[in-house]
């Protein structure tokens, strides 16, 4: 005798979870296309940093690949005096901080500066242990102008643009107590 056999399963609920996370992974998509700002993901354990293409359309240049932990020295787009920031938010990751941002500049392709506000958060895994890094890059360069514009007004004489009598004693008192 010939026999067949088989077995049917229901896979509607099955066929339902990935509608959901196909519906899930394009909203993820169009939020991205959307955005000017820049979205990463790094793995803490081997260092590795994934940007979003918003990268290369904000400073014209292909993002750092490889273990970021190895070549944080050597980041030649990072405003040298910004180092020690992007070192402490890491730092404050790598040893399971749930949040860390700082601010700091990124040089594009022609070699200007752009003010950037870096935000991190960490992901842990079951155990609680830090595993990844999510964060955004955003561009605050405006914002940081207008500000050093408005202290710079509020310091200095509209007309001789001399420094007030205010400001002209705090540099001093600051310069008298460095020596």
């Known amino acids: 005798k010939k026999v067949f056999y088989c077995i049917l399963t229901d896979i509607t609920e099955n066929r ?3 509608e959901e996370l196909h ?3 394009e909203k993820h998509r169009i939020i991205m ?3 000017n700002d820049i979205i990463f993901e790094g793995d803490i354990e081997s260092g590795e940093v994934k940007f979003s293409n918003n990268w290369k359309n ?4 292909e993002p750092i690949s490889g273990n970021i932990f190895t070549q944080i020295k050597k980041l030649s787009h990072i405003f040298p005096d910004d180092i020690p920031a992007l070192q402490k938010i890491m730092q404050k990751v790598i040893k399971g901080v749930p949040y860390a941002e700082a601010e700091l500049r990124i040089a594009g392709a022609e070699g200007k500066y752009i003010w950037c506000r870096i935000r991190m958060t960490t992901q842990f895994d079951d155990s609680g242990k830090a595993v990844k890094a999510v964060g955004v890059i955003l561009d605050i360069d405006s914002e940081k102008r207008r500000i050093q514009e408005l202290s710079d ?3 200095k004489d509209a007309l001789t643009k001399l420094y007030n009598k205010e400001t002209a004693v705090q540099i001093i008192q600051n310069r008298l107590e460095r020596n």
Not at 58 to 61: D, H, L, V
């Open 16 to 18: 339902k979870i990935l």
């Open 23 to 25: 519906l899930s992974l």
């Open 33 to 35: 296309e959307q955005t």
């Open 58 to 61: 904000k400073f014209g240049y």
């Open 153 to 155: 007004r509020a310091q």
